[in-house]
């Protein structure tokens, strides 16, 4: 027989910082076992062989190269500042401010029925919290085959996790340590107003491109930022690539990795191949869900 088991949230945080640090410092021994130079700061170019580099430790060094990757990543979307719900990673938060929080809250609001949204949402949900999930579309996890998505809906409505589909967030108001207002449009056409402690953002992510001075290295990006390759990664300047969440396609590392591989053996001469057919995605709640290659609708369209 036990007392009450209680959550250790600080010791939760603790063991996630460390999983972090570890991770994060297995990547800086692989560096140095394989002679790697590694500047910390931020990269932009300055001619189409060239990189500034302003140092963390400040300063700042330039360098030539024949050949560059870029492989900036993605940041998460925000609500317009004139919604009231600009992001301020503390109340309003994306899933860096999710990761971060300094308890568990009693309510948290969920803006998109995504992966990322999802993922953080069964954490805080069997954590204890009241989650509610607000989706503009009638399904969550849209790009999933529509039967796997409908049991995975049900799985996570019996867990407790509250769901309002084809519902748009129109305005709210960010209280701060009062908590935070969310009106919600439905698909009826009627307006509530959700209470919460924490609301999280989630409505996808964008290619992280801004600051790199591309326009002086000659790279073009489309209106939202991704830049624009070949089918070997190249974009229109020779010995410049793309790679990952900075270009078209899904935003998953296994798929950013595979195109690191497939762009150095390109410019080494060896072909350079990524099957995209054939990168599995993966929904970290509980239970999990995975998927691979085309879905049911999509190969009967």
Not at 116 to 132: A, D, H, W
Not at 220 to 235: A, F, K, L, M
Not at 253 to 268: F, N, R, S
């Amino acid at each position: 027989m036990t007392g009450p088991v209680s959550i250790d949230f600080k010791q939760l945080m603790k063991s996630k910082d460390t999983a972090v640090t570890g991770l994060t410092g297995g990547i800086d021994y692989l560096f140095k076992k394989n002679k790697v130079d590694y500047l910390k700061g931020w990269g932009k170019f300055n001619s189409a062989t060239g990189v500034d580099v302003d140092l963390n430790a400040g300063g700042t060094e330039s360098f030539t190269a024949k050949n560059i990757i870029i492989a900036t990543g993605s940041e998460p979307n925000a609500l317009p500042a004139a919604t009231g719900l600009a992001t301020d990673e503390k109340y309003v938060v994306s899933s860096t401010g999710a990761l971060s929080l300094d308890k568990i809250p009693k309510k948290m609001v969920v803006i998109g029925g995504g992966v990322i949204g999802l993922e953080m949402g069964s954490v805080y949900q069997r954590l204890g919290t009241e989650v509610t999930v607000v989706h503009p579309q009638d399904r969550i996890c849209g790009f999933l085959d529509k039967e796997v998505g409908a049991a995975f809906q049900r799985s996570l409505k019996k867990q407790g996790i509250k769901f309002k589909l084809s519902s748009k967030v129109l305005s709210g108001t960010n209280n701060g340590e009062k908590g935070c207002t969310v009106n919600v449009e439905g698909k009826d056409g009627k307006t509530e107003t959700l209470e919460t402690d924490i609301v999280l953002v989630s409505i996808g992510r964008h290619a992280f491109t801004g600051g790199l001075q591309l326009e002086k290295a000659g790279v073009t990006v489309d209106d939202r930022g991704v830049i624009d390759t070949d089918d070997h990664w190249q974009t229109k300047v020779p010995g410049i690539y793309a790679i990952g969440d900075a270009i078209k396609g899904k935003m998953l590392a296994h798929k950013a990795e595979e195109e690191g591989i497939a762009a150095i053996e390109h410019i080494l001469g060896e072909g350079g191949h990524v099957n995209y057919d054939c990168i599995p995605g993966v929904v970290y709640t509980h239970p999990e869900v995975a998927d691979v290659g085309l879905t049911e609708e999509q190969l009967i369209e």
